[in-house]
């Protein structure tokens, strides 16, 4: 998984709570990016950071927050879990984000919102 | 909106045979073209790029991209039973950091 950890690996919550997912990553790329991944959508932005402290918004970005204070994580938040956040959420990394750039995946995250 | 189109299959091809892999997109900026593997419960593995019209070989995979028509497919020779698995296609700009992803195709090989 190029060097990339996700934790936790697993985790049930429920309604209401707020959750904490983690991305930590060895090869010091630059870009990092969260994806959720549901049946019939294939893999969806939720946030990217193309440098410390410096993140923007995918297309699926309400409910969640993310930080980013060293290269090395990138954390996403949902502020206040609901069902409908109930996915598997992949970590991605690349080294420059532009043109050719592939990415790559680390482990994933199943959630249970209940 | 952009979209990446795959037919979500099931694809079911005889071991041995040529399992045919599509994915039309509809931004006509798309400079660059991924395949990505899914085995079920893991994470999405790069298999093949292609970044110019024509034909891309790797192995037993062919990458084919025609940028008039937007389609890339994939094509994967001499299939195995450990080739089943859900094929992802996904495409991007070269100057966007965003890979715009298709559902996915999964496929099956059939001993």
């Known amino acids: 998984d190029a060097g990339i950890t996700q934790s936790p690996r697993h985790k049930v919550t429920e309604t209401g709570t707020p959750v904490t997912l983690r991305c930590h990553q060895t090869?010091?790329?630059?870009?990092m990016y969260w994806y959720r991944q549901d049946p019939g959508h294939g893999l969806r932005l939720i946030h990217y950071?193309?440098?410390?402290?410096?993140?923007d918004k995918g297309e699926v970005s309400d409910g969640y927050s993310v930080s980013r204070s060293k290269t090395e994580d990138f954390l996403l938040t949902l502020e206040s879990a609901t069902s409908s956040q109930t996915s598997v959420y992949f970590c991605?990394?690349?080294?420059?984000?532009?043109?050719?750039?592939?990415?790559?995946f680390g482990p994933g995250t199943r959630l249970l919102v209940l | 909106q952009k979209e990446v189109e795959q037919n979500s299959g099931p694809l079911s091809v005889p071991e041995g045979a040529i399992a045919s892999l599509n994915c039309t997109y509809s931004?006509?900026?798309?400079?660059?073209f991924f395949w990505y593997r899914q085995y079920s419960g893991k994470s999405p593995e790069l298999i093949m790029s292609?970044?110019s019209n024509g034909d891309k070989e790797d192995g037993r995979f062919t990458a084919q991209l025609n940028k008039a028509s937007q389609y890339v497919s994939l094509l994967i020779r001499d299939s195995q039973p450990s080739d089943s698995a859900t094929y992802l296609c996904?495409?991007?700009?070269?100057?966007?950091?965003?890979?715009?992803w298709g559902a996915g195709t999964k496929l099956i090989i059939k001993p």
């Open positions: 950071s193309y440098g410390v402290k410096d993140t």
């Open positions: 292609i970044y």
């Open positions: 931004d006509r900026g798309s400079q660059s």
């Open positions: 090869e010091n790329h630059r870009y």
């Open positions: 996904a495409v991007k700009e070269d100057s966007n950091y965003q890979l715009i």
């Open positions: 991605a990394i690349s080294d420059s984000g532009q043109g050719q750039e592939t990415q790559y």
